[in-house]
């Protein structure tokens, strides 16, 4: 069963840049949409964006400016960088699995597997 | 950008039928995916492509979508379904995956 960690700072100062890792266990990072979510305290989640295995990126067009997503394959790991900090980007970060394609005329896009999260606090 | 709204909060009896709604346009062209999360964990995929259930995911999780919504239906509702639950799709317009703002389902 796949199994991914997210790791990272749990504590970074407003207008520097948040590097997390997600690394991935028991299973390949070949294939699949490996993505990124964050969830404010006590709110909903947000779509941060995707890496596909052959290199292919989408980001939240909301955050696109400041978002890097690369991928380490030869540790099976990928990464998010979120650059220019403030206080909103204190939330949760999740990394997943997710699955893409077309099926039927229609997108598909949806996360099967799932981190246990990392909180971030962005704070001086 | 592209929306999907839901609301805040559905309340349901043990034993009885929970649905929660999401909202799009034209969500029906889009294929709708399910998150239930409990407090304290992370989100659990129980529904994908609109009405697909994962394995280990009970029967009693189902999906539907028409027009412009997609709804979640849980069937015989236990205490343990106690969860927020949020929907998401693709929009193909902007390339980018969107959530809806969550609907917190109570058992009472």
């Known amino acids: 069963q796949v199994q991914l960690q997210e790791s990272g700072p749990g504590l970074v100062k407003p207008s520097e840049t948040l590097s997390l890792t997600c690394t991935v266990s028991s299973g390949s990072i070949s294939s699949y949409y490996w993505s990124w979510i964050r969830q404010p305290p006590g709110k909903g989640l947000e779509w941060i964006g995707f890496?596909?295995?052959?290199?292919?990126?989408n980001h939240n067009p909301a955050l696109r400016s400041r978002v890097t997503i690369s991928m380490e394959t030869s540790k099976n790991q990928f990464s998010l960088k979120v650059n220019s900090l403030t206080a909103a980007d204190t939330a949760v970060y999740y990394c997943a699995r997710g699955r893409f394609g077309d099926f039927s005329r229609y997108y598909y896009y949806h996360l099967d597997v799932w981190g246990k999260g990392t909180t971030v606090i962005v704070s001086s | 950008s592209y929306e999907l709204t839901q609301p805040p909060s559905v309340s349901v009896s043990p034993g009885q039928t929970a649905n929660i709604t999401c909202s799009g346009d034209k969500l029906g062209d889009k294929y709708c995916s399910w998150y239930q999360q409990k407090p304290g964990q992370s989100p659990v995929l129980v529904i994908y492509?609109?009405?697909r259930r994962p394995s280990g995911i009970p029967e009693r999780f189902s999906g539907s979508d028409s027009g412009n919504s997609a709804t979640l239906t849980i069937s015989g509702t236990q205490t343990m379904d106690e969860a927020d639950y949020y929907c998401q799709a693709w929009d193909s317009s902007t390339a980018a995956g969107v959530f809806g703002g969550g609907t917190r389902l109570t058992v009472v």
């Open positions: 492509h609109g009405s």
């Open positions: 890496m596909s295995s052959s290199g292919n990126t």
